[in-house]
């Protein structure tokens, strides 16, 4: 890659795409860490407090943790 | 999330006699009498900011229209919105597993702080030497809550519930198990 084309690389806006779906990559892996932190800090918590609704909360908890994953793959493959 | 002035084994209430539930220093023969949430008016902050942050959303969808293509707005808004969901649960998590319990043995307060941190007191009705109620203010006196402070006797800690329900009803129950306890 010579200078020309390494300058035109950052003039056709598709060095701030990249940085968009670095940016997005690196958020979605981070949600998906956070999305199975609080599934685990929610069995914790249900050692806790023992009651029937918890049964909904980790439906919750499990739909919060596919939607990261999926969120991580728009992010890959989409952005 | 209701307030309910009748017994229920609805366990998104906030005062709830005789529930049905179990905790994790449960022990056998003890029975659960009372159990205790802050009042939902309490937890107007985080409802609020929620409706303010969806809203601010929508308002700056126009203006960030212009720097991003199509498919890089749909991530933007999906990330936004993944973001003010995951605040309402954590917001809600906090509230509902924050309890005070009370049996007719023991008095336990579990608190989770920023969902990660776990504080559980408990404190043997025998020692508790004193109750205070702290209720001031116009919400406090429209919704009937305030901060029940339970002082024990000895090396055993102090219990605080914030914020509940009905405390004044509360803290009767606590002086009926008291009374009943020092009489037997």
Redesign the interface.
Known sequence: MDLSQFLSFFNSGAFT?VI?KVA?IF??IM?VL??V??AK??R??D???????NQF?FF?CSL?TT??LI?LI??IF?? | MENNNKSSNNVLFSYLDHPDIKFETYEPGEKIILLLRAHPFTQINWVFNSVLLLVFLLIMNPFIGNFFNQSQMFIVNVFSLAFIASYIWSSFLDWYFNVGIITNKRVIDIDFSGILYKEVTVARLDKVEDITIKSGGYFEALFDFGTIFIQTAGMESNIEFANVTRPSDAVKIINNLLGRRHGS
């Open positions: 795409d968009f997005a958020i979605a949600y956070y999305s932190i609080i800090q929610v914790i918590m050692k806790s407090l023992e009651a029937s609704f909360i919750v919060q939607a990261a969120l728009f992010a989409i952005s």
